[in-house]
């Protein structure tokens, strides 16, 4: 299965809004509703921030939003803020039991 | 609090294996999956496998079949990793997570060098 599309880098100055998109095929992200989005500072774990496509797990911020249509997934995040600044990684389920993430953005806050 | 804690920091020779533990606590471990994720250094998350630890059933990506083993020790609620054949290209940090509502907990991973 072949790794899901992001662009490499984005970037953002303070308090604008930033999208990343993650596109798959019709085999995952576009069959199923179960894409995630992970956060991971250097040196840390991932930290996931959007599962479900849209759904935001207790505790992040409602800055970060997710969004699909049709082989491709989003991850909107607005009024930027400098600790946004990370890599981002989407995830899509591809079925029987397999995942499959994306090769990574790096976001950049100017 | 719900935690997945892993083994320590490994270094393997060419062509040995290695063995990675996950052991989790905060909550009942035969009900969520477990997933293993690697990442080479400057890389990106390379998705590895998936374990149901009440069934033992696993899956494996496609690339590390034949070389990847998941299992798991119910009596500890501690998951394992096992990637035989070892090259260079192995080299990396070595995640496992929770798969309940996305990858919602991890652990700290294990970095295991594969040098002569």
């Known amino acids: 299965q072949s790794a899901l599309t992001q662009p490499r880098s984005v970037s953002g100055s303070p308090g604008q809004s930033v999208t990343i998109s993650c596109a798959g095929t019709?085999?995952?992200?576009?069959?199923?509703?179960?894409v995630s989005w992970y956060q991971q500072h250097p040196g840390k774990a991932p930290k996931l921030m959007i599962y479900?496509?849209?759904e935001r797990p207790s505790g992040v911020p409602n800055r970060f939003s997710g969004s699909k249509s049709a082989n491709t997934a989003s991850l909107t995040i607005s009024g930027l803020q400098a600790e946004d600044e990370a890599d981002y990684y989407c995830?899509?389920?591809?079925?029987?039991?397999?995942?499959?993430f994306g090769g990574g953005t790096k976001l950049t806050v100017l | 609090q719900v935690q997945l804690v892993q083994s320590g920091a490994e270094v393997k020779e060419p062509g040995a294996s290695v063995k990675v533990s996950c052991k989790a606590s905060?909550?009942?471990?035969?009900?969520?999956?477990i997933i293993w994720v690697r990442q080479a250094a400057g890389q990106g998350l390379e998705w590895m496998g998936w374990?149901?630890?009440?069934?033992?059933?696993?899956n494996n990506a496609q690339k590390f079949q034949g070389r990847v083993t998941m299992t798991r020790d119910t009596s500890i609620s501690t998951a394992y990793m096992e990637l035989t054949s070892l090259t260079p290209d192995d080299t990396a940090v070595y995640y496992c997570?929770?798969?309940?509502?996305?990858?919602?907990?991890w652990g700290q991973g294990t970095l295991v060098t594969v040098s002569s």
């Open positions: 997570a929770r798969n309940r509502q996305g990858l919602q907990v």
């Open positions: 905060g909550y009942t471990f035969t009900n969520h999956e």
């Open positions: 374990m149901n630890p009440n069934s033992g059933f696993t």
């Open positions: 019709s085999s995952d992200v576009g069959r199923y509703n179960y």
């Open positions: 479900d496509v849209t």
């Open positions: 995830c899509s389920y591809g079925g029987t039991q397999n995942f499959v």
